[in-house]
């Protein structure tokens, strides 16, 4: 290992993960956004949008992130849909976190027992007051280390940006590799720079599971 | 313009190119499912052992593969080690072996958690009731771990293929890069061919992946509620 290749090309990698923290944390923030309004439309029956809903997060958990980029960038524009890189990779980001977040949130408003909500209603709260003081804390709660789960997974999957052409880790190791040669330096940034990315998130997520563990009522 | 590239899949046999382009990434996660599996059951067994070593060492496992993404693994694995001990391994090779080691952890922690799932009382009433060791685990334990189990592990099959289409980025030709194969060499007939056609790799990953999760949550919520 040569540690002045190193001294050489850390700027290139800084570079590149604020690139990818930049886009990963917007896509996450907007899809933790349309992963709520999704899963409320879900909850509350909306008819029509609901339906349109379900396909969309079944087409987007069925298929891979790559695909789903190949076509928002090379595709999209034909139909004179013209985005940059990086709007792509946000909006990729956002519409398969959107589909993880919604599942997730889902089943935590799922979970919520009917007895909360009749208890809450034989006590005189109107429908609004035991949606939001009674059942929404309690499916946030429920939700979070899923959430969690989620906001690591989407993290990971900002490596595959590369393939179109942003450059994030994955493309400056790569540009190392190829036209430099410098294949174990490049590497072992780019391990480097994911820890120094996923370490802090993965240990406030194991922190947070368990300390939500005791908003859990009841069991 | 007029039908957006899906003219190209019937123009020679473009359409079986692309398929057997999917069997290549189907192939990938098949193999390394079944190693997954296998290890998994393994790996999950050593991880409910009680031992310092065992559990840093399983901790650590986890760990890793918890928060590198699939596509470093695969770097490393398919460049790094030509650099450092100069064997050269095939593209195809080091893909399974990168989603082998990432599904053996995955499937690892499926099965500790269906194995610490099991309540106390059911070996000690099996024990009450008269059982030896062997009996307990095959008629008690066992089919109330792979009825947890199952679902899951069936659901890992689904994220494998879908992870698999990363090996484009190490050069394996697999569905996506046959595609760009084929809009490229039509690029002065068909110039809109990209909507059309990624259009339609989206939905052959969406015809393979769906039918397994369906069947992986139907089975889950079949077998929860007993």
């Known amino acids: ?219 | 313009m007029q039908l957006m590239g899906i003219e190209l899949l019937l123009k020679g046999n473009n359409f079986l190119r692309m398929l057997s382009g999917l069997w290549v990434a189907v192939r990938i996660s098949l193999v390394s499912v079944i190693l997954s599996i296998g290890l998994g059951l393994i790996v999950g067994a050593l991880m409910t052992v009680q031992n310092k070593v065992i559990k840093t060492v399983m901790r650590l496992y986890l760990e890793i593969v918890r928060i590198m993404p699939q596509m470093v693994l695969l770097f490393i694995v398919y460049f790094g080690t030509t650099r450092v001990f100069g064997i050269n391994i095939e593209a195809e090779l080091s893909a399974i072996i990168v989603f082998t080691f990432w599904g053996t952890a995955e499937m690892g922690d499926l099965v500790r958690g269906a194995l610490i799932s099991i309540p106390r009382h059911q070996y000690e009433s099996a024990e009450a009731l008269g059982l030896s060791k062997l009996q307990t685990y095959l008629y008690v334990i066992l089919p109330q771990t792979l009825r947890r189990l199952i679902p899951l592990s069936i659901n890992l099959i689904t994220r494998m293929i879908k992870t698999t289409s990363l090996v484009m980025m190490i050069g394996i030709v697999e569905v996506l890069k046959v595609t760009q194969q084929i809009i490229e060499a039509n690029r002065r007939t068909s110039p809109n061919a990209a909507f059309g056609m990624f259009a339609t790799v989206f939905m052959m990953y969406f015809i393979v992946c769906w039918p397994i999760s369906l069947l992986s949550k139907h089975l889950e919520k079949r077998w929860s509620d007993r």
């Open chain 1, 1 to 219: 290992m040569n540690w002045n290749v190193i001294r050489e090309y850390l700027p290139l990698y800084i570079e590149a993960l604020g690139l990818t923290v930049k886009i990963g944390w917007l896509g996450i923030i907007l899809s933790i956004a349309l992963g709520l309004v999704c899963a409320l439309i879900l909850y509350f029956k909306v008819p029509l949008l609901q339906v349109i809903i379900k396909i969309y997060i079944e087409l987007f958990r069925n298929t891979p992130l790559l695909v789903q980029l190949f076509f928002l960038y090379f595709g999209l524009p034909k139909l004179g849909i013209r985005i940059t890189a990086q709007t792509c990779g946000i909006l990729g980001l956002t519409l398969i976190g959107g589909s993880y977040m919604t599942e997730t949130f889902r089943s935590g408003l799922s979970a919520i027992d009917s007895i909360q909500s009749e208890s809450a209603l034989s006590l005189g709260m109107k429908k609004h007051q035991v949606f939001f003081y009674v059942i929404l804390p309690q499916a946030i709660s429920i939700s979070i280390p899923g959430f969690m789960a989620n906001i690591i997974f989407l993290l990971k999957e900002t490596s595959v940006f590369s393939a179109i052409s942003l450059m994030d880790l994955m493309f400056t190791a790569k540009d190392l590799i190829g036209l430099e040669y410098k294949t174990i330096e490049a590497l072992f940034l780019l391990v480097v720079f994911y820890l120094i990315m996923l370490l802090p998130v993965s240990l406030l997520g194991t922190y947070i599971e368990r300390r939500v563990r005791y908003a859990a009522y009841g069991d």
